[in-house]
């Protein structure tokens, strides 16, 4: 497992962006995929963006498709979403999560390391 920090998270304005941050730390020597997920109380975590190793494949849910861009740096050990366009509907919490399979899955029981989320709030 890696350890996994996200940050920059925050109050904004109903289109406006954001830039999260996730660093890893730990076993970073092994060929994570990373994922970002979301959630609101009373609600399932559910996935928003993924990315491989290589930055080849990336996935996004459907709902942040063409809004969200989901990148990351190995060197700096560090994976970014991205979030422009921002809408009410995208208040959450945001969570960083790192899977050690090779390909990039949407489900959260792929992912075995976590992060402590960020709050991300959009106001009307």
């Known amino acids: 497992q890696v350890q996994l920090v996200e940050s920059g998270g925050g109050l904004v304005q109903t289109g406006d962006s954001l830039r999260l941050s996730c660093v890893a730390s730990?076993?970073?020597?092994?060929?994570?995929?990373m994922g970002w997920f979301r959630q609101i109380p009373g609600k399932e975590r559910e996935f928003v963006a993924a990315?491989?190793?290589?930055?080849?494949?990336?996935d996004y849910a459907d709902s942040v498709k063409g809004r969200f861009a989901i990148s990351r740096d190995n060197a700096k050990n560090t994976v970014y979403l991205q979030m422009n366009s921002l809408k009410p509907e995208d208040t959450a919490v945001y969570y960083c999560?790192?899977?050690?399979?090779?390909?990039?899955?949407?489900?959260?029981?792929?992912?075995?390391?976590w992060g402590q989320g960020t709050q991300v709030t959009v106001s009307s």
């Open positions: 730990g076993r970073t020597s092994r060929s994570y995929v």
């Open positions: 990315i491989s190793w290589s930055g080849k494949s990336i």
């Open positions: 999560a790192a899977s050690p399979k090779g390909v990039v899955f949407t489900t959260r029981g792929a992912y075995d390391s």
